[in-house]
C-alpha cells in the first residue's frame, strides 16, 4: 500500500538557519503530494501542496519539489523563525486510491531556538 | 469562510457516558473525515462522508458512530469508550477526490476517558 516516511525528529535549530526535513513515498498511482503543519493544540493545516513531477510549492519561505524519480518531497526553508516551531507532516493523496485517503507521514517536531 | 469549526474543544467522559463531537463546514465541501491522532503520532482517518454518504470506515470499533445530517454538519457519537480511546479527534473537509485536493482541518476536540 501507499507509505510516507519522513525523517525522524526532533530537529534544533537556531534562528535563521536552514531547515530540511526529508520525505519519501511510496505509491501505487500517481499521487498528489503535501506538507502540513500543525502548531501545538491546534489541527493541522496545509503549508504547500504538489500535483505532478517537477511541480514546486512554495508558501511562508518554505519549498517542495515533486522529485518522481527519487519519490521525495523535501521541505526546505531558508532562514527560520522561533515561530515556525511546530510539528510537519509530509503526505499524500493517490487518485487511484479513491483520493480520499490522506497518507501521512509520522511527523517531524521543529524546534527554533531564538 | 475557511474554517471547520469543532465543538467542544475538550471533553471528559466516563466509560459509561454517551456523548458526541460536532464538526460544522461552510465552504461547500462535499466530503467530510473523522481522525484520530495520538500523542506525537499523525492523524489516523476513521471516517470519510462523499456527498452525505458514509464511504469509508476504517475498521472503527461500534462504540464510535458517525452521522452526517446534512452536506454542512459531521458528527461522531462516543458510547462506552475505553482509556485508550482518549486523543485529539480531528474533523476535516475536502471539495472532493480531485488531484491535489486538500483537506481542511478543524482544531480538535481533546478527548479525555476517566
Known amino acids: 500500500g501507499d507509505s510516507v516516511t519522513q525523517m525522524e525528529g526532533p530537529v534544533t535549530l537556531s534562528e535563521e538557519a536552514f531547515l530540511t526535513i526529508n520525505c519519501t513515498y511510496t505509491a501505487t498511482g500517481y499521487p498528489s503530494l503535501f506538507w502540513y503543519v500543525q502548531y501545538p493544540g491546534e489541527g493541522l493545516q496545509l503549508l504547500l501542496k504538489a500535483t505532478k513531477a517537477d511541480d514546486k510549492g512554495s508558501n511562508k519561505g518554505f519549498e517542495a519539489t515533486y522529485r518522481k524519480e527519487t519519490t521525495s518531497f523535501h521541505l526546505e526553508k531558508g532562514s527560520v523563525q522561533v515561530s515556525d516551531s511546530a510539528v510537519y507532516f509530509c503526505?499524500?493523496?493517490?487518485?487511484?486510491?479513491?483520493?480520499?485517503?490522506?497518507?501521512f507521514g509520522a511527523g517531524t517536531r521543529l524546534f527554533v531556538k531564538a | 469562510d475557511t474554517e471547520v469549526t469543532q465543538t467542544p474543544k475538550h471533553l471528559v467522559m466516563g466509560m459509561t457516558n454517551k456523548k458526541s463531537l460536532k464538526c460544522e463546514q461552510h465552504?461547500?465541501?462535499?466530503?467530510m473525515y473523522w481522525y484520530k491522532q495520538k500523542a506525537k503520532k499523525p492523524p489516523e482517518l476513521m471516517f470519510v462522508y462523499s456527498y452525505e454518504k458514509l464511504s469509508i470506515n476504517e475498521s472503527v470499533p461500534s462504540r464510535f458512530s458517525p452521522e452526517c445530517p446534512n452536506s454542512s454538519l459531521l458528527n461522531l457519537h462516543l458510547h462506552a469508550l475505553q482509556p485508550e480511546d482518549s486523543a485529539l479527534y480531528l474533523c476535516a473537509s475536502s471539495q472532493g477526490q480531485g488531484v491535489g485536493t486538500e483537506a481542511f482541518f478543524g482544531q480538535g476536540t481533546r478527548l479525555t476517558v476517566v
Open positions: 465552504m461547500g465541501h462535499r466530503a
Open positions: 503526505a499524500l493523496s493517490d487518485p487511484g486510491d479513491g483520493g480520499f485517503k490522506t497518507i
